[in-house]
């Protein structure tokens, strides 16, 4: 089968050949329905190498973390799960048996140091493929929906979602307001998210005024960009500020604009991987306000996000990509002139309307 595989740290990834993997017990052979091409991959390969990556990254696997497909087949002992139903794959393993573990948080796996992977598609290998194996625990029922809109919400919608969760003690209650800062992928579905889960005002800013009409018409106010942003949003929430900030973006600039408007007991939290530095202080911020991160979801989150997008709750924006265009998904990714998710779709065809154009000859070191 094709496979989109990483070999090499600074190196694009390639397509190859290779053999059809065989589920072992308790597992299932997937066919992959779609598989969302994430900027964390562009990291992977570009910008990492054996000193700044964490050690369960090294290659060689085949990349694909945002997986969705269908049962082919069953591994021994693997029993009430049907031939051509339709699942998302979790995709962190953890070790399987400590705490963290026991609450769907491989995310958080205690036994990380000891771990040779940290996924599927992040050290073990993933979904850029025609097929691919999966333990029955990983698998999220999908049910009607569709499948290869449903990618993204393996990581970009579950890092939204799982960041919204742990934000809603300052969000559940009257008269709450969140922050929306960048409005890509995860942005969009951040304010969905918020929509759906609390009654909070949700305000939302992005340079691109495309990205911010999409979030307009999904609920959010959009506060226009400016040097008096902060003030301008201070003054909305009445000079309280907002309670809960969601940094997609995470350079020093949209820190600085998060602490600027943040709220007393707010919660910030940075999602975004531009890797921005920031000053903390007792009389620089508000009392009691949260600087925090986040990291993906729990297994738990992602049958919850799986129902909210089974109840028609979410939009997602993909492009569709042949299996063999795959690298010109990523090359566009790397220029950033992608809009919506890359969705790669190894089976069946996709319409040239919806297919993303193809870009330049891509050199293979970064
Ligand atoms: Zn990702
Ligand atoms: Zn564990």
Not at 54 to 66: D, K, W
Not at 222 to 233: C, L, P, S, Y
Not at 293 to 307: I, K, N, P, V
């Amino acid at each position: 089968m094709k496979a989109v595989r990483f070999d090499a740290w600074k190196t694009r990834p390639a397509l190859v050949d290779v053999e059809r993997p065989v589920p072992g017990p308790g597992e299932v052979l997937l066919k992959v329905a779609g598989s969302g091409a994430c900027h964390s991959d562009v990291a992977l390969y570009a910008i990492f190498d054996q000193d700044i990556a964490m050690p369960q990254l090294r290659p060689s696997y085949i990349l694909g973390h945002e997986v969705t497909g269908w049962i082919e087949e069953t591994g021994p002992g693997v029993t009430g799960l049907e031939k051509g139903a339709a699942y998302m794959v979790y995709a962190a393993r953890g070790c399987g048996h400590c705490a963290a573990c026991a609450r769907g948080e491989d995310t958080l796996c205690d036994n990380v140091a000891t771990m040779t992977s940290l996924g599927s598609g992040l050290g073990l290998d993933g979904g850029m493929a025609e097929y691919m194996t999966v333990p029955v625990r990983n698998l999220v029922p999908l049910g009607d929906a569709d499948p290869i809109a449903a990618a993204p919400l393996v990581d970009a919608g579950l890092t939204a979602y799982h960041a919204v969760k742990l934000a809603l003690p300052q969000l559940s209650a009257g008269g709450r307001t969140a922050l929306v800062i960048g409005l890509g992928g995860v942005g969009q579905l951040a304010v969905q998210i918020l929509g759906s889960m609390t009654a909070a005002t949700v305000y939302a800013t992005d340079l691109k005024e495309e990205a911010t009409a999409l979030a307009a018409g999904r609920g959010a106010v959009i506060v226009e960009q400016g040097e008096d942003q902060a003030a301008r949003i201070r003054e909305a929430t009445g000079g309280r500020g907002v309670d809960a900030v969601f940094d997609l973006v995470g350079s020093a600039e949209t820190i600085a604009l998060a602490q600027a408007v943040v709220a007393v007991r707010g919660r910030i939290t940075v999602v975004g991987l531009a890797g921005g530095r920031t000053d903390w202080g007792f009389y620089t911020t508000p009392f009691e306000a949260e600087l925090t991160g986040t990291y993906m979801g729990t297994l738990e989150e992602l049958h919850e996000l799986a129902a909210l997008y089974r109840d028609g709750r979410l939009e997602v924006d993909v492009t569709p990509y042949a299996l063999d265009d795959a690298l010109d998904a990523y090359a566009r990714l790397e220029t950033g002139t992608m809009l919506g998710r890359a969705v790669i779709v190894p089976h069946g065809e996709i319409a040239p309307a919806d297919a993303g154009a193809a870009a330049e000859e891509v050199p293979a070191t970064v």
